[in-house]
T-cell receptor, first 115, second 112 residues
Framework: GDSVTQMEGPVTLSEEAFLTINCTYT??????LFWYVQYPGEGLQLLLK?????DKGSNKGFEATYRKETTSFHLEKGSVQVSDSAVYFC??????????????FGSGTRLQVQP | DSGVTQTPKHLITATGQRVTLRCSPR?????VYWYQQSLDQGLQFLIQ???????AKGNILERFSAQQFPDLHSELNLSSLELGDSALYFC???????????FGPGTRLTVT
């Protein structure tokens, strides 16, 4: 079955540091890939997405590129802020049939940014 | 604010009881998904409804059931509750042909 593997956390960085959170996936077809973010006490928010190979998703300074050859979708940000502290989830969605698109999530990576 | 609402925010109940969680999707969204987030299992897909019909099932226990009503809101029913059912339950909604799912704030269920 489909699966998503994320790097273990927590990741602790100083403000303005460069961020990379690794994500690799296993899927039988050609999934869409997503990063969701969960701030403390809140639900999941869609951060960015990519629907086909070599697509780059970007939002709020975060970027991720869909790499089919390495089955990866690593999240990057050039300069993190304290407000980026949250749990980040990598996810994929396979098209199982008309209207059937469940998300498979990684285990989540907690990011802590220190001032 | 995603536009997806869930009630209640918190629920505390005893083992063996039955509870109902409610979700209202974003305006215009026909698909509703239910997910469970627990410390040991992570985020798991439970079930999906599309325009009132069940479309896909994930790791949903037989003690759990769901439905989607004509006004498109959905309810997740959890019965014969066990301590291990304590978790955050999220609802998400999506447009017909879009992969983008928008999540509600969740219902935190505590079984004592």
């Amino acid at each position: 079955g489909d699966s998503v593997t994320q790097m273990e956390g927590p990741v602790t960085l100083s403000e303005e540091a460069f961020l990379t959170i690794n994500c690799t996936y296993t899927a039988t077809g050609y999934p869409s890939l997503f990063w969701y973010v969960q701030y403390p006490g809140e639900g999941l928010q869609l951060l960015l997405k990519a629907t086909k190979a070599d697509d780059k998703g970007s939002n709020k300074g975060f970027e991720a590129t869909y790499r089919k050859e390495t089955t990866s979708f690593h999240l990057e940000k050039g300069s993190v802020q304290v407000s980026d502290s949250a749990v980040y989830f990598c996810a994929l969605s396979e098209h199982l049939g008309t209207g059937r698109r469940a998300l498979t999530f990684g285990s989540g990576t907690r990011l802590q940014v220190q001032p | 604010d995603s536009g997806v609402t869930q009630t209640p925010k918190h629920l505390i109940t005893a083992t063996g009881q039955r509870v109902t969680l409610r979700c209202s999707p974003r305006s215009g969204d026909l698909s509703v998904y239910w997910y469970q987030q627990s410390l040991d299992q992570g985020l798991q897909f439970l079930i999906q409804y599309y325009n009132g019909e069940e479309r896909a099932k994930g790791n949903i226990l037989e003690r759990f059931s769901a439905q989607q009503f004509p006004d498109l809101h959905s309810e997740l029913n959890l019965s014969s509750l066990e301590l291990g059912d304590s978790a955050l339950y999220f609802c998400a909604s999506a447009r017909t042909d879009s992969y983008e799912q928008y999540f509600g704030p969740g219902t935190r269920l505590t079984v004592t």
